[in-house]
């Protein structure tokens, strides 16, 4: 793992508006940006020779698509200044498509981002509305067709299912449409609401509900079902890829325990044992570069029971499952023998399959991911 490429993955704290449903950290204070920007470079500085070597980007946010195309400049030259970066590397960068104009992105296309994740979410406009969103289904529509003349070949999409007042109809309807446009890569995320969001308090208030267990099911399988028919592989709960080589490749780190460094507020990183993360406000983490101190808010280092527990729960969330003999020197753990009775119980459900190398997750299996993790 030590010496596998690691990711890069930079957060861009920035929203010009809350969604929501949304509870990830951001800011509105867009004046800080440049200096966000001019910070980003000088906490490389802090990883320079600790990371042999990177073969994905991820500029994620917030809203990256908020960078000029000189701030991108700038960080992307930073980053080449500081990181050994692998020729072939997948460079990700999320774009919101009320910000995804043919120009700009033709302009991130030649400082060599290649891959753009679009936070559609749906293409059904009242249901942007009602998650606070700030595009339309056309603006949606305008931006892909932006990016495919922009010269991208890699598209990701992220789309959210189970709101209120979305009807199975309506969801294959945005389904279909993804798959029409021939998206690389998509995520379909289930609709799951912080305490904190103005969206939970609005579904107090009107009385609405989340998807029931059977109902939260039965669009899980229907989603699986409408892509992979449509060709897509259904490669980890949420994500599915139009083939193998089109799986992101930067997220598939998160889900195989493999390095990855995070710079900017909130952002996480997983090196060896360890797992620090950075502070959750941009004015204290620009406190601290300017003071010439990492930014960091927490560190934790991690047992080996508790890596093995996590890359159980991670494999468990993946098609290709968990690579026994790789479990076993990694983390010490012989699962056939160890951990028999519950592997037997899980393969008589039919939650858990097995094959020659390899212990992975049946779609009923994935559907309950999150349950499979009590080993
Ligand atoms: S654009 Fe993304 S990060 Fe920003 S508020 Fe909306 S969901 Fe959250």
Not at 55 to 66: A, R
Not at 89 to 118: H, W
Not at 166 to 191: F, G, I, N, P, R
Not at 236 to 260: G, I, Q
Request: proline share 3%.
């Amino acid at each position: 793992m030590k010496n596998k490429p690691a990711g890069l993955y930079i957060h861009v704290p920035f929203c010009l508006s809350k969604c929501a449903y949304c509870s990830f950290y951001s800011s509105s204070s867009l004046h800080l940006i440049d200096e966000f920007t001019k910070s980003i470079p000088r906490e490389m500085a802090f990883y320079k020779n600790i990371f042999p070597s990177f073969d994905t980007i991820y500029i994620g946010g917030g809203t990256p698509s908020l960078l000029s195309v000189a701030q991108v400049h700038d960080i992307l030259l930073a980053i080449h200044f500081n990181f050994q970066i692998h020729l072939q590397a997948e460079i990700t960068m999320e774009v919101n498509p009320g910000d995804a104009s043919q120009d700009y992105l033709q302009q991130l296309r030649a400082l060599g981002i290649n891959r753009i994740n679009i936070g559609i979410q749906s293409f059904d406009d009242t249901l942007l509305k009602f998650l606070g969103r700030r595009h339309s289904a056309r603006s949606a529509l305008a931006a892909v067709e932006a990016a495919r003349a922009a010269g991208f070949e890699n598209l990701g999409m992220d789309f959210i299912y189970g709101v209120s007042g979305q009807t199975m109809d309506s969801w294959k309807q945005t389904l279909k449409t993804a798959v029409d446009l021939c998206a690389e890569h998509l995520s379909c995320y289930q609709l799951s609401l912080d305490k904190k969001t103005p969206l939970h308090q609005r579904y107090l208030t009107e009385g609405l509900s989340l998807l029931t267990e059977d109902q939260a099911l039965d669009y899980f399988l229907t989603t699986s079902q409408v892509l992979t028919d449509a060709g897509y592989t259904h490669y980890e709960v949420s994500n599915f890829a139009r083939t193998d080589s089109l799986k992101s490749r930067h997220n598939m780190k998160y889900w195989c325990h493999t390095p990855y460094l995070g710079l900017g507020p909130a952002a996480h990183t997983f090196l060896d044992h360890q797992r620090w993360w950075n502070k959750s406000s941009v004015e204290a983490y620009l406190k601290s570069i300017a003071g010439e101190m990492k930014p960091q808010e927490g560190f934790e280092k991690l047992s080996l029971e508790q890596l093995r527990l996590e890359a159980w729960f991670l494999g468990m969330r993946t098609k290709d499952g968990i690579d026994l003999a790789q479990f076993k020197t990694s983390y010490g753990c012989d699962l056939l023998t160890d951990k028999k009775p519950i592997i037997d119980e899980l393969i008589r459900n039919r939650l858990v399959e097995l094959t020659e190398r390899h212990l992975h997750p049946t779609l009923a299996g994935m559907a309950v991911a999150d349950s499979l993790a009590l080993i």
